[in-house]
Each structure stands twice: as structure tokens, then as C-alpha cells.
């Protein structure tokens, strides 16, 4: 017999029916679970410590979310109210750069969105109004509708990567690797790889303009490439 599936978090009812009258909202709960990650992480997020941030028990939450699970998908729909999707220009390379780079900005807001977004895509009501926006972006491109909504996906999933790869290069292991690469180069044995201009000169800082550059580069011939 085929397992019965529960319904995503945004099609079932604000509350358990039965029980007390509501004290809080899923909203509330949400903001709360966000400032919560922003502050000190995604794995200091759970049920319990939300519930204490709010004053309440952690059974209590269980009338507005079920699970975890929930809770992250309904943080990740959340921060994709940040994005100000302004009337398309005609432009898509254009168009679909500009909300690339509000998603980096919005990735490097909340540090624990790009994983998740990996990870645990999830589409409520902020992500299905951006999926709307970026068809509309797309709507007189010849492609096939499949070809735009994986257009979509990319321009998330590309997204998230490289802010991952940002977010990391601040971090001792980077540098090591740097290092390990500069040896390597000296020695010899590895002409290309000493040809490279990150080996020669690698960047101090990963999070400047030149980064947002080669970001708006590789998406550009990413999205290109799906479209057709």
C-alpha cells in the first residue's frame, strides 16, 4: 500500500485544530528561528531552543509545525521575502543577473541559507513568487518551459555554490590549501597548474568586486547554456 504523504507546511492549517486558542504565528515562530540561525548558526536551531527564544515550551510549537523539517523550510521561504523583484527590462541576461546578485546578498546576509538551499530546496509562497517573476523574465525566450524552470534551479543552486565558496575563503584551510598549491607550483612538476593566476597571486579577500564579477560571468554562460 502506498505510504500517505503529509501535505507541504504551507497547504496544512496555521494550527493544530484541536487544543488552546493560538498564542503565536508560524511567522512569528519563523523570524525567531531565523534570528536564531543568523546569530549562531544552523545547528543551534531546534525546536527547543526556538521554543526557549519565544518563552514556551518546545511542545508547544508542535500545534504550528510538526517537525524540524518544517521549520527550516519555512525559514528558507522566508529570507525569499528579501527579494525586490522589480518589472522585467526587456534584458533576461540583464534581469536574471540582478536577482542573482540580490541572492548572493541574501545568502551572505543569513550564512546558513546556502546549504539549505542546496540541500533542502523548498518553494512556498516567496519562492513560487519568484519562480513566477523569473518566467516572466524568460517569457519571450524560445526555450521550453522545462529548460526555464531549470534555469531557475541553477541560478539558485550557482548561487549558493559560490557563496559557500566566499564564505569559506575566509577560513584558515583556504589559505592552507593556497599554500599547498603555491609548493606545488614552485617545485616544478606542474606547469599549468603555476600558470594559473590564483596560484601566482591568490586573492586576499574573495568577497570583493572581482569576485561579484566572475560570479556574473560564469552564471551569464550557465543559464546561456540551459536556455539554448
Not at 603555491?182 to 579577500?205: E, F, K, Y
Request: aromatic share 4%; hydrophobic share 50%.
Amino acid at each position: 500500500m502506498t505510504e500517505r504523504q503529509e501535505p507541504v507546511i504551507w497547504m496544512r492549517p496555521e494550527q493544530a485544530q484541536a487544543g488552546r486558542p493560538a498564542e503565536r504565528s508560524r511567522a512569528e515562530i519563523t523570524a525567531a528561528a531565523v534570528e536564531l540561525a543568523d546569530r549562531e548558526g544552523l545547528d543551534a536551531v531546534s525546536m527547543r531552543r526556538v521554543a526557549a527564544t519565544l518563552g514556551t515550551g518546545a511542545a508547544s510549537l508542535y500545534r504550528y509545525v510538526s517537525a524540524r523539517d518544517d521549520l527550516l523550510a519555512l525559514m528558507v521561504d522566508s529570507v525569499a521575502g528579501e527579494y525586490d523583484l522589480s518589472p522585467p527590462t526587456g534584458d533576461w541576461q540583464a534581469d536574471l543577473s540582478a536577482i542573482a546578485h540580490q541572492a548572493r546578498q541574501i545568502m551572505r546576509r543569513h550564512p546558513w541559507l546556502p546549504g539549505l538551499v542546496i540541500a533542502r530546496p523548498a518553494l512556498g509562497p516567496h519562492g513560487v513568487d519568484l519562480l513566477e517573476h523569473v518566467l516572466e523574465v524568460l517569457a519571450d525566450h524560445p526555450a521550453e518551459p522545462a529548460a526555464k524552470v531549470e534555469a531557475f534551479a541553477l541560478l539558485n543552486a550557482l548561487t549558493a555554490l559560490f557563496v559557500q565558496n566566499e564564505l569559506a575563503a575566509a577560513g584558515p584551510e583556504v589559505r592552507r590549501r593556497a599554500a599547498y598549491l603555491q609548493h606545488v607550483a614552485a617545485a616544478g612538476s606542474h606547469p599549468r597548474i603555476a600558470a594559473l593566476p590564483a596560484v601566482a597571486a591568490p586573492p586576499a579577500d574573495a568577497s570583493g568586486d572581482a569576485s561579484g564579477d566572475r560570479f556574473a560571468s560564469v552564471l551569464v554562460r550557465a543559464l546561456a547554456g540551459v536556455l539554448g
